[in-house]
């Protein structure tokens, strides 16, 4: 359900309760190396949104463990993957048929200075919030998908540039891929 803002000021508690059962922590064990980050969950079939530097590490038949909000633990697999966009899908295996999914927002009605809000589990510590603005929009940044340094260098020869929403809400490492 939208959440309506009150008087101008946004009620966080209700944007986080809307969204905190949509969110999911998600920890990669690649051949090489593990990494973690957070995901929304968009459908009632168990499709999940992240990164794709998230989940890179698992594409060579790594394990994806999916972790929802209220601790039950799932096998996930890549649906697909846009390293350009740094996006990913993810599909929980066997997903229980209770999973509750985000409403997703118009990217293209954002301003500059409007209140945002990041949700996710940076540095393991699920459920967590964080509050900010948009401090600007269509920020070029580089885009580098790889995790091996040979592709690594390639990559760098290969830099994507996209454009990106920048916010001064903290984010850390596990919180790349959960809701804004």
Same mark, same amino acid.
């Given at each position: 359900?939208?959440?309506e803002a009150?008087? #101008? ?6 944007v ?8 999911v922590?998600?920890?990669?064990e ?33 394990n ?6 209220? #601790?039950?633990?799932?096998s ?11 996006l990913?899908v ?12 985000a ?5 293209s ?5 409007q209140?945002?809000m990041?949700?996710g ?12 603005i ?16 040979a ?7 290969e830099?994507?540039?996209?454009n990106?929403?920048q916010?001064?809400?903290?984010i ?9």
């Amino acid at each position: 359900e939208p959440v309506e803002a009150t008087e #101008g000021a946004p009620d966080w508690q209700a944007v986080a309760a809307a969204v905190r059962p949509a969110t999911v922590s998600i920890l990669v064990e690649g051949a090489t190396e593990a990494a973690s980050g957070s995901g929304v969950i968009i459908d009632s079939s168990g499709h999940i949104i992240t990164n794709h530097h998230v989940v890179s590490g698992a594409a060579q038949g790594g394990n994806i463990t999916v972790t929802l909000h209220d #601790g039950r633990l799932y096998s996930a697999t890549i649906t697909g993957t846009d390293p350009t966009t740094d996006l990913a899908v993810l599909t929980l295996d066997n997903p229980p048929t209770d999973l509750t999914a985000a409403l997703l927002g118009d990217s293209s009605t954002l301003e500059v200075g409007q209140p945002v809000m990041a949700i996710g589990a940076p540095l393991g510590l699920a459920d967590t919030v964080t509050t900010g603005i948009i401090s600007a929009l269509d920020r070029p940044v580089a885009v580098s998908s790889s995790a091996d340094s040979a592709a690594q260098a390639q990559a760098q020869a290969e830099v994507v540039v996209t454009n990106a929403i920048q916010i001064d809400a903290s984010i850390n490492p596990g919180n790349s891929g959960g809701p804004l």
